[in-house]
């Protein structure tokens, strides 16, 4: 297929009344520099990811040593300091308690927040709706990124950690990146409340055959871990299933929900 494109490309730029050849041989000779190239890209990647397991190794035997000593009251309190108070922290044995706790009530003031779903920069913040009228009633709707139809039960995770997947299940997360990567080997369909079609769960999901719908606003507060779900990864929307008794069948999202969610300031 993309040996198709590129001659297609080619085909158009040779046709150009305006030095069409010179033109399709400049984009050939960059179009064999990107697939020679591109690959290499991963290589940086990989070695960021792998020493940033070390140093967080590392930084944790650290916070062991200082939890013995009783200088921190937990291990994970060691990521509430700069790396320059970390070092003060280790060379006086003195921890800065109040710190630590005003530090953690500000984390979980943050985590209770709702970003907008687009950020200018200019500190803007920018919602909006699609523009679709082909949908089933109570369907979610989101951007189609890859493929395919699927049904599964639906596993709301926001934390990575604490995954407990099974063969089939369909994840229901804000958004992955490639630390998620493990997860998509178990799963079978893929539902983001952010993304686009070269984000990465987006791209894994393809690369897996997986259907997947992104951006799909509140995904995972209007779908309940363990639901059954409907992932429709060719048109672009999500339904939630309930069980008639002979058939599972779409049921409207909560509308009481969705009315507040919409009404909700980023």
Known sequence: MARNKAQDVLARLQALPDDGAGKADEARRRIDRARTF???REYP?????????????????EADRLVQAHVLREREDLFFFTFQELRDVVRTNCADD???RQRKDAFRSYQALT?????TSDGEGIAGAYRRDDLPAGALVGLAVSAG???????VILDMAGADLEAGDILVTTFTDP???PLFVAIKGLVTEVGGLMTHGAVIA????????????????L???????RVHGTAGYVEILVDRGSDWTSADASPVLIKELQHQRP
């Not at 139809?149 to 596993?155: M, P, Q």
């Not at 779908?223 to 779900?229: V, W, Y």
């Open 115 to 119: 970003p907008p779903r687009v950020l």
């Open 38 to 40: 591109n690959g290499y």
């Open 206 to 221: 393809r690369e897996y055959g997986l259907p997947a719908v992104v951006g799909v606003q509140h995904a995972t507060r």
């Open 223 to 229: 779908i309940r871990d363990g639901q059954r779900i």
């Open 45 to 61: 990647k990989y070695g960021i990811v792998s020493r940033y397991f070390v140093y967080r190794q590392a930084l944790l035997e």
């Open 98 to 100: 109040a710190l630590v």
């Open 179 to 181: 630390s998620w990567t």
């Open 149 to 155: 139809v699927v049904e599964g039960r639906a596993r």
